[in-house]
Nanobody, 116 residues
Framework: QVQLVESGGELVQSGGSLRLSCVAS????????TGWYRQAPGKQRELVAT???????NYADSVKGRFTISRDNTKNTVALQMNSLKPEDTSIYYC??????????WGQGTQVTVSS
């Protein structure tokens, strides 16, 4: 099992920045990739960004050039730096970890609200 705890979500004005952080615990050695997803009211959960153990990143087109995902394997953390935030970025952001058996683990979510 892997446990994930997110932090950093808050209310911010359009154009502002936020940094989300996720701390992993448990069977860390089994994690192959980590990432961030988001879900707005009435919408499906969508991928925001992922990063593999080797450092390969992947971003949704809607956040490319604005968001940066990073991980610190020594601290078992993954961060999402979000710049130039837009009202449409408003969502609950979830940390995800996928192990080598393709089993997904999720955090409880952190609310990001961008005011116009």
């Amino acid at each position: 099992q892997v446990q994930l705890v997110e932090s950093g979500g808050e209310l911010v004005q359009s154009g502002g920045s936020l940094r989300l952080s996720c701390v992993a615990s448990g069977r860390i050695s089994t994690i192959n990739a980590t990432g961030w997803y988001r879900q707005a009211p009435g919408k499906q959960r969508e991928l925001v960004a992922t990063i593999t153990r080797g450092g390969t990143t992947n971003y949704a087109d809607s956040v490319k050039g604005r968001f940066t995902i990073s991980r610190d394997n020594t601290k078992n953390t993954v961060a999402l730096q979000m710049n130039s935030l837009k009202p449409e970025d408003t969502s609950i952001y979830y940390c995800n970890a996928r192990n080598y058996y393709s089993l997904d683990f999720w955090g409880q979510g952190t609310q990001v609200t961008v005011s116009s």
